[in-house]
């Protein structure tokens, strides 16, 4: 099938499918004409690669697991592992994440209680540059 197909049937636009194949996620074959000619399987794998990226997984890690799963299929124990590794590792970003908001809280709190006619954020409540496990 043609890469218009292909986007129609899954609901994407041809340009993510280039992307996709330029990054080495999706293949296809050159027709004489340069075009570019899908099997079948295509659709299946570019819906996997989307679900992927749905629930946080980057494309290397969608090309990564793609390729350890050539060659055999990918067994669900393999898929829970995976699942399980990104479900960590967001688990981890959701607690980074409150605790700035909650750093965040306290200062407006405090700030907040001193009055806002200060012209100047007091010592004890200004942001540090190298809060924990917050990349700059």
Do not use: W
Not at 61 to 69: D, L, P, T, V
Not at 111 to 136: E, I, S, W, Y
């Amino acid at each position: 099938m043609k890469i218009g197909e292909l986007a129609r049937r899954v609901g994407v636009a041809t340009s993510k499918i280039r992307f996709l194949e330029a990054r080495g996620v999706l293949r296809s074959q050159r027709l004489a004409n340069g075009y570019r000619e899908y099997g079948e399987e295509a659709v299946a794998l570019l819906q996997i690669i989307l679900q992927g990226q749905a629930v946080g997984f980057t494309l290397d890690e969608i090309h990564k697991a793609m390729g350890e799963a050539q060659g055999h299929d990918l067994s669900c124990a393999d898929m829970l592992d995976q699942l399980r590794l990104k479900l960590a590792e967001l688990d981890r970003h959701i607690a980074q994440s409150i605790a700035v908001r909650d750093r965040l809280d306290l200062m407006i709190t405090a700030l907040a209680a001193r009055g806002a006619g200060d012209d100047h954020a007091p010592m004890d409540l200004r942001m540090p540059l190298d809060l924990p496990g917050v990349a700059a």
